[in-house]
């Protein structure tokens, strides 16, 4: 009889269970594939000192090895024996962590990084995040964790257990459950430059947060100071489905996904990132209703979202899956 081809399931564990944390420490100390959740997105992580485990990283994603990861630390003293940081990034690390903050810097010679997870660079991105699975396996391991989203390379993040198993079943070791997560967009990624702090990313912290630490409008990434983040492809989070945007009459083949007072009438199915017009609980919902979405119909159409606070990531995220695949 021929086999069916059949992924095996991926074994989920509780991610506030103390014996859970031990059991995937031990698999990332072998060099193994553990996703974990954070306060952002889920995690996949490997040990980032373990050139093979981050080969095997890069390999579950298909992610290109020209794009570097982000190291995940428990604490500012193990983020400093990583990176050197400029009195204005200090002042962001001290006020914005633990949080959904990642500082790209000068990469320190003795940083226990393999150049893989760099992917060669001089640089490093490091986080430590609000997530006490994260922070508990570096500390178990006492190394970083290199994590990127826990999703294929190209898709939408993903922001629950599930959403990780839908694309890695088969292909890492474990995940470990720790419930939705909390803000549902990336971190917000800022340069440490000479010519001063630069925003690589927008993400879960808001720019307007981080200019009333550092008294100053950031300078966006394109600038002359510019190094980028080689991941922020043009076409990526791409849903299936061809994606509209800033919509407000949806069409009636379309799936809506509506914003306060832009309720998509008319629309095949509505879904609401935010009734009452919540750009936290809209950025909560955004990956999970994107997937949903691709999973109605052929054609989503997004509700203008404003793009302050919050919204700056949002938009990001939704122009880049609305952008064209092939570019
Ligand atoms: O919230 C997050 O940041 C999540 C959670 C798991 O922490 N992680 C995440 O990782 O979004 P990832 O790999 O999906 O995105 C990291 C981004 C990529 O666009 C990568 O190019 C950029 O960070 N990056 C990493 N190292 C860099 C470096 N040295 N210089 C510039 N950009 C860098
Ligand atoms: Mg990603």
Redesign the pocket.
């Known amino acids: 009889m021929p086999l069916a081809m059949t992924v095996a399931p991926l074994p989920v564990l509780d991610a506030h269970d103390p014996a859970s944390l031990d059991r995937a420490a031990a698999i990332l100390r072998e060099g193994g594939l553990v996703a974990v959740p ?1 306060e ?2 889920y ?1 996949l992580a490997a040990d980032a000192g373990n050139a093979n485990a981050v080969a095997a990283l890069y390999a579950a994603k298909g992610r290109p090895a020209f ?4 190291a ?1 630390v428990d604490g500012l003293e193990r983020a400093l024996t990583l990176i050197t940081l400029s009195d204005a990034a200090l002042a962001l690390a001290h006020a914005f962590w633990p949080g ?1 903050l ?1 500082l ?1 810097s000068r990469r320190k010679e003795s940083a226990a990084i393999s150049d893989l997870a ?1 992917a060669g ?1 001089d ?3 490091v ?1 430590w ?1 609000d997530a006490p699975a994260m922070t508990g396996l570096v500390a178990r391991l006492g190394r970083p964790l290199a ?3 826990a999703n294929l390379s190209g898709t939408i993040s993903p922001t629950t257990a599930a959403h990780v198993a839908e694309g890695l079943a088969g292909r890492i070791t474990m995940v470990l459950d720790g419930g939705p997560c909390l803000v549902g967009v ?2 917000t ?1 800022i ?1 440490d430059t000479l010519e001063g702090l630069v925003l ?2 927008p ?1 879960a912290l808001p720019r307007e947060a981080i200019e009333a630490v550092t008294g100053a409008r950031l300078k966006g990434a394109g600038g002359k100071a510019a ?6 492809l043009k076409s990526h989070y791409a849903p299936r489905a061809r994606l509209r945007l800033n919509v407000t009459a949806p069409e009636a083949d379309e799936i809506y996904l509506a914003f306060a007072d832009h309720r998509g009438s008319g629309a095949k199915a509505v879904l609401h990132l935010s009734e009452s017009g919540d750009l936290a609980e809209a950025a909560a919902n955004l990956f999970s209703l994107m997937r949903k979405a691709d999973q109605m119909g052929e054609r989503i159409a997004v509700a203008p979202v404003p793009a302050t606070g919050l919204g700056e990531a949002i938009n990001d995220r939704l122009t880049r899956a609305a952008a064209p695949k092939d570019s």
């Open positions: 954070t952002t997105v995690g794009n570097p990861l982000i995940h959904p990642t790209v760099a660079l640089t490093l991105a986080r995040p994590a990127p989203s990336e971190s990624i340069a690589l990313r993400g190094i980028s983040a080689p991941g922020m």
